[in-house]
C-alpha cells in the first residue's frame, strides 16, 4: 500500500499568540464526500504539537507556540484517494484564535467588555509586529552600512590604482621611449 502526503508550511512569528486551525477534507468531485486522513502537525524544531488518524475534519489547538516555521502533513491512504481529495484549511494566530465569546461566558462578561478585550489583544499583536519590523528594519539597516562602506574602500582602491604614474595617461611608454 502507497502512502500519499502533502505538507503545509506557516510561519508563526508571535511566541505569545495561541493558535487554533481547523481542517475538513472532501472529495473534489463531491464535497459532501468526507475523506478520512491522517493528520500531523510539527513544530519547528520538529517535535510533534498534534496527531489525528483517520479524520476527515477535526480542530486542533497549540497553546503556546514557539517562534519558527510549523509544518502541518496530511496523509491519505492511496495515491488514488489523494488525487481526488481536497483540503479546506483554516488557520487562526492571536486575536483570531481566541473565542472571546467563550471566554465572556466563562468569566460572566458582558459584550463591552469582551470588545475591549478582543481590542487589547489586537493592539498587543500590532505592538508585537512592530516591534518586529523595528528589529528587521535595524538588521537591514546595518547590511546596508556595511555595503555603503566596502564600496567606499573600493573606490578609494580604484582611485589609488588609476593614479600610480604606470596605471594611467601612459607615462611610462615615455620613459621607455626615450632610451
Wanted: aromatic letters at 8%; charged letters at 25%; proline letters at 3%.
Amino acid at each position: 500500500m502507497v502512502f500519499q502526503t502533502k505538507c503545509v508550511f506557516k510561519e508563526v512569528m508571535d511566541v505569545d499568540a495561541m493558535i487554533s486551525a481547523h481542517y475538513e477534507a472532501f472529495n473534489k468531485d463531491n464535497p459532501v464526500n468526507k475523506v478520512p486522513l491522517n493528520i500531523k502537525v510539527e513544530s519547528p524544531l520538529g517535535e510533534l504539537v498534534f496527531e489525528m488518524k483517520d479524520s476527515a475534519a477535526n480542530d486542533f489547538t497549540i497553546e503556546h507556540p514557539m517562534e519558527g516555521e510549523y509544518r502541518l502533513c496530511f496523509t491519505s491512504k492511496s495515491y488514488q484517494v489523494a488525487q481526488s481529495t481536497r483540503i479546506a484549511l483554516k488557520w487562526r494566530e492571536g486575536v483570531e484564535a481566541t473565542s472571546f465569546e467563550t471566554l465572556a461566558k466563562k468569566d460572566n462578561l458582558d459584550s463591552v467588555h469582551t470588545e475591549l478585550l478582543r481590542l487589547e489583544d489586537s493592539v498587543h499583536n500590532i505592538h508585537l509586529e512592530l516591534q518586529n519590523i523595528r528589529r528587521k528594519e535595524e538588521q537591514m539597516r546595518d547590511v546596508n552600512e556595511l555595503t555603503n562602506s566596502r564600496v567606499a574602500w573600493c573606490s578609494v582602491g580604484a582611485l589609488m590604482i588609476c593614479s600610480l604614474p604606470w596605471g594611467g595617461g601612459g607615462g611610462g611608454l615615455e620613459i621607455l621611449g626615450g632610451v
